[in-house]
């Protein structure tokens, strides 16, 4: 059975001070690891998707890369913007998701 | 493009009642799905639908009961609805595989939230 954990929970930045999120994962045959962002009352937005290990996206203050095991979503100098729950989601067969539970990002100005 | 609409936004049951939950996609997408997210669980996956014409159970189906209406339309029915189905319902849409074979991106409605009491 696919299993997706993300680390921390919750996680409470200043304005400016750099973190990282982890994702990491059990599947059988990863066909693509996804990052999408959710704010409070809203769906998720998508963010990145990974396919192999070694990849790297970027999106303004946002850096996802991937491990055979893991990924991990950088948050560099963060803004208070940038508060949100971020998902990780992985797929390992033609049409489902496997999501974790989210890490809830909040940033103080 | 308003991408995926779902209706109602907020919805309140009193257990035993039915209703319909509806979603539509203007991206024409050959996928689509519905999720519910509880509080510390994630996104878990109730139904899918490949393509037109076709649905399948995900991860927890009971319950609920889908309906492809065409390639734009998916519903979810909650035939008796029970406590334990007041959640957030998420639907989602995606196009299927890339022509480079990769997966493609699934995307979200903005969600219905459903208290029975």
């Known amino acids: 059975e696919d299993q997706v954990t993300q680390s921390p929970e919750a996680l409470r930045l200043q304005e400016g001070e750099s973190s990282s999120l982890n994702c990491s994962y059990t599947?059988?045959?990863?066909?693509?690891l996804f990052w999408y962002r959710q704010d409070p009352g809203k769906g998720p937005e998508f963010l990145f998707t990974?396919?192999?290990a070694g990849e790297e996206k970027e999106k303004e203050r946002l850096k996802a890369t991937l491990t055979k095991k893991e990924s991990f979503l950088h948050i560099t100098a963060p803004k208070p913007e940038d508060s949100a729950t971020y998902l990780c989601?992985?797929?390992?067969?033609?049409?489902?998701?496997?999501f974790g539970a989210g890490t809830t990002v909040t940033v103080r100005a | 493009n308003a991408g995926v609409t779902q209706t109602p936004k907020f919805q309140v049951l009193k257990t035993g009642q039915s209703m319909t939950l509806q979603c539509a996609q203007d991206m024409n997408h050959n996928s689509m799905y519905w999720y519910r997210q509880d509080p510390g669980m994630g996104l878990r996956l109730i139904y899918y639908?490949?393509?037109?014409?076709?649905?399948d159970k995900g991860e927890v189906p009971n319950g609920y009961n889908v309906s492809r209406l065409n390639k734009r339309e998916f519903s979810l029915r909650l035939e008796s609805a029970a406590p334990s189905q007041t959640s957030v319902y998420f639907c989602?849409?995606?196009?299927?595989?890339?022509?480079?074979?990769?997966?493609?991106?699934?995307?979200f409605g903005p969600g219905t939230r459903l208290l029975v009491l």
């Open positions: 989602a849409s995606r196009e299927g595989l890339s022509g480079t074979g990769r997966q493609e991106t699934q995307y």
């Open positions: 990974l396919y192999s």
């Open positions: 639908s490949a393509s037109e014409g076709t649905t």
């Open positions: 989601a992985v797929q390992a067969n033609d049409y489902k998701l496997s």
């Open positions: 599947v059988s045959g990863l066909r693509g």
